[in-house]
């Protein structure tokens, strides 16, 4: 693939609306460069279930043509191309959710998110690819197989919107969007040095399979703190399918104010997480760059336990079991062994048992809402590894982090503590490389509701380190 073509495949949607505009760019070249792209590499890292193309290339040529007149009707994301996960309810489109119980479902509706990416001009040329009912922070699945990660495939892409993020990273398209129920959102923008941003609760409104649901979000997954916050205004603000989505609409700008003065929490364990030391240097590094942005950076404890873990385990099987635990009679022996596991013990759990989650939840909330007072972040790593091996087998019994036995299933994923705050917005942001070439993240954690910060952080952060400046996969 020609260099030129290459570029073409990287660039942000800010930079691409912004030349298309400009008239020096077409948004069919994008996407011809992009189908190329995925062309070539997909075959190796299996991000995609469907693709779209020949109805795509229609809708760039019409784009094409809208910024070619001059009557100023352009949506926000006119011809941008964005990757949807094959999780999320497209209407009339087959949506798997990963598994071979759905592997010709067809929904007859859109997520309220998806839609308004659509509604905005985005131009879906692919599905991309989650675990089985997004369990898990590795993509693998009886249906669609295993996605590698493209910087190295012998590890994961992360989960569950795996392939939202190698797509992203691997140059396949401009924008994502992901899921994050644990860090799903999170894990594979660590992973594959993008940025993802969860939202809090109520603010991106949720699909109507998961009403009321406080720890699952839809977010973006982009290559720049700009696109995200482009993504955020379209997906945001109230709809009518969601009871809980937030009244009120939070417009992020495209540029913010440095953020020299702030006082910045950060703890790298939250009290119980073994960290892999690259992980730690990389971590302690970008905690150094915050200093040399003017920022007090403060070591704390969170004061956190393993408790958290059960929690979020608990809510989360008995979540799972709400939605798919009746397929089991008829699925059990064709699904992921461990997606039964994880059903059997969710319907196993008691509603007082499940309510003991929500005082425990307050209990976290008592710990963290002093750090988050007196700062204005908490950062901390995004996952205790770069990542696990592409294949990673979440029963494992021997799985290990710095000679400590852990569970092999989330006991390397730092995301799901907030997910139970889920009132707090948390980004993940690239911090560097480890030796094998897999890159590692930071997460920067606001106040409740608090978007603005985390944006102005990580927009600072951005600019300071410029992940995305000259670096690119190799495969």
């Known amino acids: 693939m020609a260099s030129a073509d290459l570029e073409l495949c990287y660039l942000t949607a800010s930079e691409s609306i912004a030349r298309f505009k400009a008239r020096t760019l077409s948004p069919v070249e994008v996407l011809d460069a992009q189908i190329a792209r995925t062309q070539a590499i997909n075959p190796r890292v299996n991000a995609i279930t469907y693709d779209f193309f020949d109805r795509a290339r229609e809708q760039a040529k019409k784009a094409e043509a809208k910024y070619g007149r001059t009557d100023g009707r352009l949506r926000a994301l006119e011809g941008v191309t964005v990757a949807i996960k094959d999780f999320h309810p497209v209407k009339g489109e087959i949506t798997t959710f990963g598994s071979k119980i759905f592997e010709d479902f067809r929904p007859d509706y859109t997520a309220a998110t998806v839609d ?33 990660n493209p910087w190295n495939l012998e ?13 992203v990273s691997g140059g396949m398209t401009t924008l994502a969007d992901g899921t994050d129920g644990g860090g799903s959102i999170r894990i594979p923008a660590s992973a594959c040095g993008i940025f993802g941003y969860k939202p809090p609760f109520g603010r991106n409104p949720l699909d109507r399979d998961h009403p009321l649901e406080t720890i699952l979000h839809y977010g973006p997954m982009v290559r720049s703190v700009a696109d995200a916050a482009l993504m955020q205004n379209v997906m945001s603000g109230p709809h009518p399918d969601d009871i809980c989505t937030l009244p009120n609409k939070v417009r992020l700008p495209a540029t913010y104010d440095d953020i020299r003065g702030w006082k910045v929490a950060f ?7 073994q960290i892999d030391p690259e992980v730690q240097e990389n971590t302690r590094r970008a905690a150094e760059t915050l200093r040399e ?42 699904m992921d062994p ?51 091996k592409a294949d990673h087998d979440d029963a494992d019994p021997d799985f290990e982090i710095n000679g400590v036995r852990l569970p092999a299933y989330v006991g390397w994923i730092c995301t799901n503590p907030f997910n139970l705050l889920s009132q707090c917005p948390a980004m993940s942001v690239p911090t560097g490389f480890s030796s094998y070439g897999v890159p590692t993240g930071m997460q920067i954690v606001g106040r409740p509701y608090d978007d603005l910060s985390v944006f102005r952080a990580a927009a600072a952060f951005e ?10 996969p190799a495969i």
């Not at 979540?319 to 064709?334: I, S």
Request: some cysteine.
């Open 338 to 388: 461990f997606v039964v596991r994880l059903l059997e013990a969710g319907l196993g759990h008691s509603a007082a048992r499940l309510y003991q989650c929500q005082v425990f939840r307050g209990w976290m909330w008592q710990q963290l809402q002093p750090i988050l007072k007196s700062h204005n972040i908490l950062i901390c790593p995004t996952l205790a590894v770069p990542a696990v």
């Open 155 to 167: 590890y994961t892409s992360g989960g569950s919107s795996g392939g939202a993020g190698a797509a």
């Open 116 to 148: 308004r990416l659509l509604r905005a001009g985005a131009i879906m040329h692919m599905r991309t690819t989650s675990p089985e009912f997004a369990y898990s922070g590795a993509t693998h699945s009886p249906l669609w197989g295993i996605t590698p």
């Open 267 to 273: 703890s790298m364990d939250l009290g119980y997480f």
């Open 293 to 334: 942005l003017g920022c007090e950076v403060e070591e704390v404890d969170v004061g956190w336990n393993f408790g958290v873990l059960d929690c979020w385990m608990t809510w989360w099987e008995g979540l799972f079991a709400a939605v798919a635990g009746d397929l089991l009679p008829r699925w059990r022996y064709e």
């Open 463 to 472: 600019g300071a380190t410029r992940p995305w400046q000259d670096r690119r």
